[in-house]
């Protein structure tokens, strides 16, 4: 029993930590779009470079592209992959900034839901992309590796958007 | 036996899964930095933010600075703290471009033995700065999770560091 516990607690504990990390970047990310006025978000980042709202769009709709990697159903903006995944900024027509905005908070809100519904095993078991195959030899790519991933791809992005905040 | 061969696993693939991630972003940085001329290193990542020569070195220093946090003996670079985290960009006059990537490059090739020496069990011990108090509440503020927040600044700064690259 004492070893079972500890195996708990190790997978708890683990958990904890990516989940933290996750939530710490969403939470800065969300401050900072806030903070950003339409203007700022329809500026580039650098000369040349992505636009916040690209980026923020991007940055939801990989989010919301989760659901099938995680198994959690049916996604919320499938129809956005096209605009802010498979093609870069300025190549369609923009959304109003107030609406890339609302997608934000509401794939925020969604995958919330979803990850604080998630038991402690379940981040252990193999996200969608990955083959059973692979799995055996690979068990380190599980649901909540690609968390991890996602925090950092987070990360690499919000150092882009504070570019836009005026100095 | 068997839930304390699971309980090493566990550890294993946590340590594996945080491992792997610090060491994509490190060999990403080292890829995108020699990839880099000196000039692309001098020039600011956007107009009027950190030059390039910063950044790198601002990277180094804070993995040179894990030695204090992690127990692991005496740092390479202490004197650098001043120029590459204390102060910003700009002012204090600049170490040349190429004992820059010789610092980046020292600071990866020693951080990545002493991470290789690393027990699993370690990386679950507080890090220094850490009270033992608060270490009993918080658990989870472990090596591998600072590890893990440092792998998360190095893909915050990656995403500025692309900036220099010609489009």
């Known amino acids: 029993m004492a070893e079972t516990t500890q195996v708990d607690n190790t997978k708890d504990l683990f958990v904890k930590m990516a989940l933290s990390a996750w939530e710490m970047y969403n939470s800065r990310a ?4 806030d903070s950003l006025s339409d203007e700022q ?8 470079r992505n636009r916040g709202i690209y980026l923020v769009g991007h940055l939801a709709i990989v989010s919301d592209a989760m659901y099938t990697l995680m198994g959690w159903g049916e996604r919320n903006y499938p129809h956005l992959d096209v ?7 300025k190549s369609s027509e923009d959304l109003p900034v107030k609406e890339v ?14 990850i604080n519904a998630m038991k402690v ?15 055996v030899k690979e068990p380190h790519r599980n649901k909540l590796n690609l968390l991890m991933n996602r925090t950092s791809h987070m ?10 905040v005026k100095k």
């Open 30 to 33: 969300t401050k900072l779009i």
């Open 41 to 48: 978000l329809l500026s580039e980042t650098a000369p040349g």
């Open 83 to 89: 605009t802010f995944i498979k093609s870069p900024d």
């Open 101 to 114: 905005r609302e997608i934000w908070r509401n794939v925020l809100e969604k995958v919330t839901e979803r």
């Open 121 to 135: 095993d379940e981040w252990f078991a193999k996200h969608t992309a990955v083959s059973d195959a692979d799995f």
């Open 155 to 164: 990360s690499y992005h919000l150092g882009q958007l504070v570019y836009l």
